[in-house]
Nanobody, 128 residues
Framework: QLVESGGGSVHLGGSLRLSCVLSGFTSDDYAIGWFRRAPGKEREALSAITSGGTTLYAESVKGRFTISNDNAKKTMYLQMNDLQPEATAVYYC????????????????????????WGEGTRVTVSS
């Protein structure tokens, strides 16, 4: 089970930190991805992190978003800075074990198809 939190409303240029708590997951070799779905758009991969600490970012968020994890707490975070109106979306975390070829899947826009477990999402609204 994955449970996201931390969404909310923020002004243009503001910041939010999303959390994703992973429970009932017995594997120690996994990857967690953050995705978002904006109104009328497909689900978009933003970032991913493996249990070993390898991180990847989509070009659209590189330099503004930071993914991190606390393995002891089985919690993953997505720090989002300088939020723009296009960031208004529902944000999801998802898990897969073992980690697939994350970089290749991210580059080809196929990461969302590789994930096995999804949270319910948390909504982020950016207002000007």
């Amino acid at each position: 089970q994955l449970v996201e939190s931390g969404g909310g409303s923020v002004h243009l240029g503001g910041s939010l930190r999303l959390s994703c708590v992973l429970s009932g997951f017995t594997s120690d070799d996994y990857a967690i991805g953050w995705f978002r779905r904006a109104p009328g758009k497909e689900r978009e991969a933003l970032s991913a992190i493996t249990s070993g600490g390898t991180t990847l970012y989509a070009e659209s968020v590189k330099g503004r978003f930071t993914i991190s994890n606390d393995n002891a707490k089985k919690t993953m975070y997505l720090q989002m800075n300088d939020l723009q109106p296009e960031a208004t979306a529902v944000y999801y975390c998802a898990a897969v074990s073992p980690p697939p070829a994350l970089e290749k899947l991210l580059r080809h826009g196929e990461l969302r198809f590789a994930m096995d477990y999804w949270g319910e999402g948390t909504r982020v609204t950016v207002s000007s």
